[in-house]
């Protein structure tokens, strides 16, 4: 029973009180402009300054990690059948094989397209929502019908894609799954909650790569291509991994994630050439930095027993609390979190609580704005 006291104390630890006018509503009018909140593990002195002057505290031969995943419209509106009522479908992950949307099973068209894709999907309002419903999202041309339960929640969906392809439906139909907070925000602002156009393009890095995000890897929406090559100008260089985000990311810390040790599963990969670059740069002893949790969250869990990390595919559920031993983060570009929440947990286990906590105060004091659309840290 010691090891979930502990952990339980750290959760209630590492929160704080966010005013809610700092919840970042929008991005910045430009990515590299968000400000920047540099901290220093070793000496606690914090520094001011935009993203865009990120190369100041970076050097030739560190090695910046990338989540390249994409992220989906993964939230879709349909009409529930029999009934007619408004349904919310929000795609989780693909239910049977993959970890992005091309992930299907099932017949085929006459093109070789597959019909029907299957998914784990949060539904809401989920009471109304039964195994035999059918959902019309287009009539005609995509529906899907609910064909069993996942648990908490979740729903398993056939969607019909009537011999469209997936992909197109999707993009056509789908909305951006802009968080919750962020939707609430604008709501409160009285502005139209749902997504615009500059989200579809916004909430996604601009080195995003593979599809099956239903969150955004936020660190990285800072970076612009510009400033990117101005680092690799530098000296710098870049490493990619992917690991699809999950809803799951926004779900509070409770005592079972705690008790066990073990988060929602998300997938990750790492192929071969970038498990060899990032070995390379462990073993001449440079500087590794993720840029994001999700980066982390991928070293960590491929890491082999030497302590490095090892290509392929998988699932983690990894969670990581004060206490942890990093073997594969030297510095970390991240963002503001939420209270009590599984990332800013994993904040506070690489640089401390206390000095996070005193981070963000001065943060809020200085007008941050936090979360997804908000400003960022670098962590040395």
Request: proline share 7%; aromatic share 8%.
């Amino acid at each position: 029973m010691t090891a979930p006291r502990l952990c339980m104390i750290n959760s209630i630890v590492c929160s704080y009180d966010l005013p809610p006018d700092r919840i970042a509503r929008h991005p910045a009018e430009r990515r590299d402009e968000s400000r920047l909140l540099v901290l220093d593990r070793a000496t606690g002195a914090i520094y001011h300054r935009q993203f865009r002057d990120i190369g100041e505290f970076l050097r030739a031969g560190d090695l910046l990690v990338l989540n390249d995943s994409r992220v989906i419209p993964a939230r879709l509106y349909a009409h529930r059948l029999p009934g007619g009522g408004k349904v919310e479908i929000f795609l989780v992950s693909p239910a049977i094989g993959g970890c992005g949307p091309s992930a299907a099973n099932g017949s085929t068209d006459h093109s070789g397209h597959p019909a029907v894709h299957r998914w784990r999907a949060l539904v809401h309002p989920g009471k109304k929502v039964h195994t035999g419903d059918r959902l019309v999202i287009a009539p005609g041309q995509f529906d899907a019908q609910v064909v069993g339960y996942a648990g908490k929640g979740e729903r398993i969906i056939e969607f019909d894609t009537r011999g469209t392809d997936w992909q197109t439906l999707l993009e056509h139909y789908g909305h951006t799954p802009l968080p919750p907070y962020i939707l609430k925000a604008r709501k409160q602002a009285r502005e139209a909650p749902e997504d615009t156009p500059d989200d579809r393009v916004r909430y996604q890095t601009v080195y995003a790569a593979q599809p099956g995000s239903v969150a955004a890897p936020t660190a990285g929406l800072h970076f612009t291509e510009t400033l990117l090559r101005d680092l690799e100008s530098r000296g710098i260089e870049f490493a990619r991994v992917t690991l699809h985000v999950g809803p799951g990311t926004f779900q509070p810390l409770t005592e079972e994630h705690l008790a066990t040790g073990r988060l929602h599963e998300e997938a990750y990969n790492i192929a071969s050439e970038e498990a060899a670059r990032i070995r390379r740069a462990r073993s001449e002893g440079r500087r590794i930095i993720p840029v994001g949790t999700t980066s982390v969250r991928v070293l960590e869990s491929a890491c082999d027993a030497d302590g490095l990390p090892a290509a392929g595919s998988g699932t983690t559920q990894l969670l990581i609390a004060p206490g942890y031993s990093f073997r594969l983060a030297d510095a970390l570009v991240t963002n503001f979190h939420l209270p009590r929440s599984s990332l800013l947990l994993l904040v506070c286990a690489f640089a401390g609580c206390k000095p996070v906590l005193r981070a963000y105060a001065e943060a809020i004091a200085s007008g941050y704005r936090f979360y997804s659309y908000g400003d960022a840290m670098l962590i040395l």
